[in-house]
């Protein structure tokens, strides 16, 4: 939907409200809380719900991205119609200048909507490319002095593996969904728990490059290997579904958020898997991601950094 299409369609907090409750529970309004049908429509305040059964009161925002939030629902909607319209992404200093507010609200806001975004019980099958992509920014040349008089040296970062960057391991079904999942060592013990966790072993077929954590995974799947000391693709035998998705993240990153901290960074790749697993989609993508979103809690909470301690910042290329 366009920015103007919501505007008109969900400009007040009441039609905002009658949608999520449609998209929630249908026509059976259920307790947010145990989950009874048995419920009445309070008169003082006609968003909330009394349950007969644990005799609380609840509204549709509780237990999802929208619960205790302040900022009115239409704002809610115009920053989700953003957020998805904008493919590459849009930073919170962006979205401030268009809603108003504070740059805090702005942050905050988006990163719930990324919760939303979160798509549980992935399961790629087929043929399926594996592949890992390392973030932290472009090797640079790293001058060292002892004082103002020593002779200053250069040393090269190293780039790929054995860098010291954050390192993510991807999947990717042809013509289908992608999975991530920051990895701090590409061990076979690690990469196999993620294959098993996101990939279906029956008939599918594993394409990976040489990289030799890879090898062990044959134990559980077929797996091609491609070798790209020679080629870059044999036929069918390549990834480049896999890294082309990497460089669309990276442009991505580069182009609208300029740095992102590694303890924020799966939010990041959960917003550019949902842009990527619904690239194809004809449907009103607007409503299909506030139905996903009500599933998800806030769970923004967790993420904070502890004793006031500052997340460092990653410059991404």
Same mark, same amino acid.
């Given at each position: 939907?366009?920015?103007i299409?919501? *505007?008109k ?12 409750e449609?998209l ?15 419920t009445?429509? *309070?008169k003082?305040?006609?968003n ?13 925002l509780? =237990?999802?991205i929208?619960? =205790? ?9 115009i920053v !989700?119609?953003?957020?998805?319209n904008?493919?590459?992404? !849009? ?6 200048r268009?809603?108003?507010g ?5 942050y905050y806001?988006?990163m719930?909507i990324?919760i939303?975004?979160?798509?549980n019980?992935t399961k ?6 594996? =592949? ?10 790293? *001058?060292?002095?002892?004082?103002? *008089?020593a002779?200053?040296s250069t040393t090269?970062l190293?780039?790929g593996?054995g860098?010291?960057k954050?390192?993510?391991a991807g999947?990717v079904?042809r013509k ?9 060592k590409l061990?076979r013990?690690n990469l ?9 072993q029956?008939?599918?077929?594993l394409?990976?490059?040489?990289f030799?954590s890879?090898k062990?995974l044959e ?6 290997e491609?070798n ?6 044999k036929?069918i035998?390549?990834?480049?579904t896999i890294?082309?998705?990497w460089?669309?993240?990276k ?5 609208s ?6 303890k924020?960074l799966p ?8 842009k990527f ?15 996903n979103?009500?599933k998800q809690e ?16 990653i410059?991404y290329?």
């Amino acid at each position: 939907m366009t920015l103007i299409e919501v *505007q008109k369609k969900y400009n007040t907090q009441a039609k905002c409200l009658k949608l999520l409750e449609k998209l929630r529970w249908g026509k059976t309004v259920k307790c947010s809380y145990c989950g009874s049908t048995k419920t009445k429509r *309070q008169k003082a305040e006609k968003n909330r719900h009394t349950c007969k059964n644990c005799k609380r009161s609840f509204s549709v925002l509780v =237990d999802t991205i929208f619960e =205790d939030t302040r900022l009115p629902l239409p704002k809610w909607f115009i920053v !989700i119609a953003m957020m998805l319209n904008s493919k590459s992404g !849009i930073s919170a200093k962006e979205i401030q200048r268009n809603i108003g507010g504070s740059y805090k609200t702005s942050y905050y806001v988006a990163m719930r909507i990324r919760i939303g975004m979160l798509i549980n019980n992935t399961k790629l099958g087929g043929m399926i490319e594996m =592949d890992e992509s390392y973030f932290g920014g472009k090797a640079r040349k790293r *001058q060292k002095s002892e004082d103002s *008089q020593a002779n200053i040296s250069t040393t090269s970062l190293k780039r790929g593996r054995g860098t010291n960057k954050v390192s993510v391991a991807g999947m990717v079904q042809r013509k289908g969904m992608v999975k991530t999942k920051l990895i701090e060592k590409l061990t076979r013990r690690n990469l196999l728990h993620m294959l098993k966790t996101y990939a279906k072993q029956e008939n599918s077929i594993l394409i990976t490059d040489g990289f030799r954590s890879y090898k062990d995974l044959e134990s559980y799947i077929d797996r091609l290997e491609i070798n790209h000391s020679k080629s870059f693709s044999k036929g069918i035998v390549h990834v480049n579904t896999i890294e082309g998705f990497w460089s669309y993240v990276k442009n991505g990153i580069k182009g609208s958020y300029k740095s992102i901290s590694k303890k924020y960074l799966p939010f990041y790749l959960v917003e550019y898997e949902w842009k990527f697993n619904n690239r194809n989609y004809r449907g009103n993508e607007f409503e299909k991601y506030l139905k996903n979103a009500l599933k998800q809690e806030k769970e923004l909470e967790y993420w904070k950094a502890k004793d006031g301690k500052k997340v460092k910042e990653i410059a991404y290329n």
